[in-house]
């Protein structure tokens, strides 16, 4: 049998996700495995989410709001934004999608740096349009690089701050030079996956730059910061007209009810995301210090996460470490042979990653 598809589509590489840790330990005959390797919360979930969500399961046979009403509400009162400035997404991932649907049509052109966060090629490749890649300039995001890539093709451009996977930031004054710049009829969409993270002062902040002149969306996730990857839950925050639009496209029963139930909750939960940031700033002076102490050298990061220089082939440091049982994950499919990302752990699992790589970087 041979169906047709269409080219954009053939040209996606196919995701490769990892194995899960249970299959691995297996595999490896190891146990106790610890995950450093995708950014998560190192100390699980907000109680009071979780709590929400057992109230929640009451409910599973009805369908949930379709509009997100008390998450939104929430959001409005926490964030001082206007609902309808609001987009909730299943993971912000969904909401990049529905911009990508609204924004792009077949030929026209998103720019994005090289290496990026994967998911803005595939949609953008999903609705036919083209990316333009402009390289990191010293693992940085480099704004006048990417506004001299906008041609008259270009309706969209991506901008990840604090930058994944390099921990690196964009200031304020940066940002507002280059939208003096830039068309006003390119989408910029401001991914701010771990801003909650972010400590420089000078550092952009998404929620001064949404206004209703202007075509910038700001992208924020529950994912990491508030610990609730495994049930999808993020959203936009854009102007009315954009939020309406994306409000066209999408699915109506987008965001499962558990997901609302706990993130409103966990927006509630000030105290565990206190927690949350001070162990990650704590840990990172902790893994940072002993780094030094090693003289192993990496890259500053205003987020839960860096690049550690290896100074070997980072596949064989990844595959070594995962035979100790620490998984981290390797750059080099991220053009960074010789780097290595991991996230924060706990003081335990910082402890053993620190071993592992000792005793693995020793015998390479
Ligand atoms: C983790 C991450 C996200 C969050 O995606 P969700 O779909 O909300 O889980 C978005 N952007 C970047 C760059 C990320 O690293």
């Known amino acids: 049998m041979k169906l047709k598809v269409a080219e954009n589509i053939l040209s996606l590489k196919p995701y490769k996700p990892g194995k899960p840790i249970e299959e691995l330990e297996r595999e490896y005959g190891i ?3 610890i995950k450093l390797a995708s950014n998560e919360n190192p100390i699980g979930s907000s109680p009071k989410a979780v709590a929400a969500m057992r109230e929640a399961m009451r409910n599973l046979h009805r369908y949930p709001d379709g509009s997100g009403y008390y998450l939104v509400e929430k959001l409005s009162e926490k964030l001082g934004v206007p609902k309808q400035r ?11 999608g529905m911009l990508t649907r609204v924004y792009l049509s077949s030929g026209d052109e998103a720019v994005m740096t090289d290496p990026s966060f994967l998911m803005y090629e595939i949609y953008v490749k999903t609705v036919n349009a083209v990316p333009v890649f402009v390289p990191l300039t010293d ?6 690089a990417m506004a001299d890539a906008v041609t008259d093709k270009t309706r ?3 901008i990840t701050n604090p930058n994944n996977p390099t921990g690196s930031y964009i200031k304020t004054k940066e940002f507002e030079t280059f939208m003096e710049k830039l068309s006003p009829e390119v989408v910029v969409v401001l991914d701010e996956a771990y801003i909650e993270f972010a400590r420089d002062p000078e550092c952009l902040n998404g929620l ?10 700001v992208l924020r996730t529950f994912s990491k910061a508030y610990g609730l990857a495994g049930i999808r839950i993020g959203y936009g925050l854009m102007s009315f007209a954009m939020a309406a639009m994306c409000n066209r496209v999408r699915e109506p029963f987008n965001t499962n ?3 609302q139930a706990g993130a409103a909750a966990a927006l509630d939960d000030e105290a565990f995301l206190k927690k949350t940031c001070t162990l990650i700033h704590t ?12 003289e192993i050298a990496f890259f500053p990061t205003q987020s839960n996460f860096f690049l550690i220089d290896v100074k070997a082939d980072a596949d064989d440091v990844f595959e070594s470490m995962l035979k ?13 042979p010789e780097y290595i990302r991991v996230n924060v752990g706990t003081r335990k699992e910082n402890e053993r990653f620190l071993q592992a790589l000792e005793m693995v970087l020793k015998k390479s």
Not at 208 to 217: G, N, S, Y
Not at 324 to 335: C, E, P
């Open 324 to 336: 100790r049982g620490v998984i981290v994950r390797s750059m080099v499919s991220y053009g960074f």
């Open 156 to 158: 969209m451009i991506f």
């Open 139 to 144: 693992l940085s995001l480099n704004l006048s």
């Open 208 to 217: 001064t730059q949404v206004a209703e002149d202007r075509p910038i969306a």
């Open 31 to 33: 146990k106790n495995t």
């Open 283 to 294: 840990e990172l002076a902790f893994l940072q210090d002993q780094l030094k102490k090693m």
């Open 257 to 259: 009810s558990l997901a």
């Open 86 to 96: 609001i987009v909730i997404g299943n993971g912000s991932d969904d909401v990049i």
